[in-house]
């Protein structure tokens, strides 16, 4: 904890006036703090890291070392090189399809969903009578959990009973025995999902965005006018352009939703037969009987190296602007 | 704008043109909020509705109810504990709603107060934890949640899994993450003079803490309360994996046991629904506000 030394606090440069240019040599370190209050910041400071250190990134760190091992749970542990990895890659049927999915998730986010959600936040952003109202609906589905999603959408779903079908064959579009199985049919129960991840995912976009929109300066847009561009030029060449710092948050939120999604596939099938995801297969491997830790790891590590592309992203745009 | 007016032809062209895609808007917009909100309003009917009305009809739940009623809720409340599950969601969201906005003010304000060196280390540390997907750290910490000992009144059989106190923890860590992130904006956007005064005052840190800037960051405090209670209370992924014992699972986690308990009756699956929504979006409806602007105190940066 020695690290935590507090810098020269009273005087900070800016504020110090003449203070300044009369020393040129580096200001002394010197502080109001006492022994006591530097031990009780660093108190503050270092135990919620030490316990974050320790559940998250610890616990990632194991999970690396882990997918190079054979490990079951029970007995002793060997490290097997890459072979866990190569038997990912090569010969386990469901590694694939989960990428596919997620990156089919990933696309119907960043192409559909959150420029539906942006186009929201555009369309709601102005003056508009009951536009609190509109918000308020789009927004409702945000606050539900992503379970209870899952099954107020099994209601349309349903092959037997789902609304869609029982609208479908009220109009003799289907026959009882031949309904449309969106959550139990593989090739489509993925797109089934993705509707109802999107339903909840556009409201999330639109209330991020609206308040970016509402931070714009307004007087750019007043310029914009002024020099005769229209709505939609004034969005795409004005606002969208001042809007890169929220521009690169609605990515990053997106991108992470799309690979932490897990709760809606699980709900509605286990997460199999057409549901796979990479945060399912783990799941899955961990609540197996084979108990197969090790090559669970080894999907853990793959989602995790993918996750770090956005993250690394968010941490360099966001952060590095800061004046810490 | 009407000052921009050239001509007044074109001016009332305009307006009409103006008034033409204003309806056209609304018309748009009402379609889409019916959409959007279609999923919910028939879950609400459907779970109004008695199942062997409908099995009876010709058109299924595709029909015009001769009933409604409440009995699918008290079928749904009395055939599995619900109560019980309300009570855990409780015993598992409050403390640890509290304690992570405790913890992470506590850590915001000794980073954006003070100009530690690591100050930006702490924060990338924070932030970039918080957004990790929470399956890569599963398969660790589900062994080290069996083999943390864990003393008698905190845990009933020695240990962090199959425990509240286990699930208040990673709930408590993770969003402290987010939290911490939030509050240190917010802190750095306030005067730093109001501080400095209050030390040279001799103020220590704790007073300073707890009397100078608490106060101040109330609002955002609110605002991520009833966000953080909203993400905790719809958690699945953890209460899933971390509990064993179906008695002691949260409401949103118990509901995918009572899923296939109710499974052939959609009706009661519409209750059930229904029930475990009801505390957020009754909470979304009275603290809309506070909701939108911890939403919005993440993303973009005061």
Not at chain 2, 2 to 19: E, I, K, P, V, Y
Request: glycine share 6%; hydrophobic share 55%; net charge neutral.
């Amino acid at each position: 904890m020695s690290e935590l030394e507090p810098q020269a606090l009273a005087p900070a440069p800016a504020s110090a006036g003449a203070g300044a240019s009369v020393s040129t040599k580096r200001p002394r370190h010197y502080s109001l703090l006492n022994r006591r209050d530097k031990t009780l910041l660093a108190i503050m400071v270092g135990v919620p890291l030490a316990i974050f250190v320790t559940l998250i990134w610890a616990m990632t760190l194991v999970s690396i070392v882990w997918s190079f091992t054979d490990w079951n749970g029970t007995d002793p542990m060997h490290f097997v090189g890459l072979d866990n990895y190569t038997q990912l890659f090569t010969t386990y049927p469901f590694f694939w399809p989960a990428v596919a999915h997620n990156v089919m998730w990933l696309l119907f986010f960043i192409c559909i969903a959150t420029p539906i959600g942006i186009l929201l936040a555009v369309l709601l952003d102005r003056p508009l009578r009951g536009s609190w109202i509109y918000q308020s609906i789009f927004f409702t589905p945000v606050v539900l959990s992503l379970a209870v999603v899952g099954f107020i959408w099994e209601l349309q779903y349903n092959a037997q009973d789902g609304f869609i079908n029982s609208v479908l064959m009220a109009f003799n579009v289907v026959k009882p025995n031949s309904t449309i199985d969106f959550i139990g049919d593989p090739s489509l129960n993925i797109w089934a999902v993705l509707v109802a991840a999107s339903w909840r995912h556009i409201g999330y976009i639109m209330v991020l965005y609206l308040a970016g929109l509402k931070s714009v300066d307004p007087s750019l847009r007043e310029a914009a006018a002024i020099d005769g561009a229209n709505e939609r030029q004034t969005f795409i060449h004005v606002v969208f352009p001042v809007m890169a710092p929220i521009n690169v948050v609605i990515v990053v939120v997106t991108v992470i939703e799309s690979l932490r999604a897990f709760d809606i596939a699980y709900i509605l099938n286990q997460g199999i037969n057409g549901l796979e995801l990479l945060s399912t297969l783990i799941v899955n491997t961990m609540l197996s009987e084979a108990s197969l830790i090790g090559f669970g790891s080894a999907i853990a590590v793959v989602l995790l190296v993918v996750s770090l592309v956005p993250i690394v992203l968010y941490l360099t745009r966001v952060l590095r602007s800061e004046d810490i | 704008m009407s000052s921009f007016a050239m001509a007044g032809q074109r001016t009332t062209g305009n307006r009409n043109r103006r008034r033409l895609s204003r309806v056209g808007l609304h018309i748009f917009l009402i379609v889409l909020a019916f959409i959007f909100a279609w999923p919910m309003l028939y879950a609400i009917y459907t779970s109004l509705r008695p199942y062997g009305e409908i099995a009876l009809n010709p058109n299924g739940f595709f029909s015009t109810p001769a009933t409604l009623n409440l009995n699918n809720y008290f079928n749904v409340w009395t055939a599995g504990p619900l109560p019980m599950f309300y009570w855990n969601t409780a015993v598992v969201t409050i403390p640890a709603v509290l304690l992570t906005l405790w913890i992470s003010s506590m850590v915001a304000f000794t980073i954006s107060r003070f100009s530690w060196r690591f100050n930006l280390l702490v924060l990338m540390i924070f932030t970039a934890g918080n957004l990790l997907p929470p399956q890569v750290i599963i398969l660790p910490l589900y062994k080290l949640y069996n083999i943390i000992p864990v003393p008698a009144p905190l845990s009933d059989n020695g240990r962090l899994y199959d425990q509240f106190v286990g699930l208040i923890l990673i709930h408590t860590t993770f969003q402290t993450g987010f939290c911490t992130f939030v509050l240190s904006n917010y802190m750095k956007t306030l005067s730093k003079e109001l501080v400095e005064a209050a030390m040279i005052d001799g103020a220590g840190v704790m007073t300073i803490y707890r009397q100078v800037v608490m106060p101040l960051v109330t609002p955002a405090l609110a605002a991520l309360a009833t966000l953080l209670f909203t993400w905790i209370y719809n958690d699945f992924f953890w209460a899933l994996l971390l509990f064993k014992t179906g008695d002691k699972r949260p409401i949103t986690a118990a509901l995918n046991n009572l899923g296939s308990e109710f499974g052939s009756d959609p009706t009661q699956i519409a209750a059930m629904s229904v029930l475990a929504a009801i505390p957020t979006v009754v909470l979304y409806m009275i603290l809309q506000r506070w909701f939108v602007r911890g939403l919005t105190l993440g993303s973009a940066k005061g």
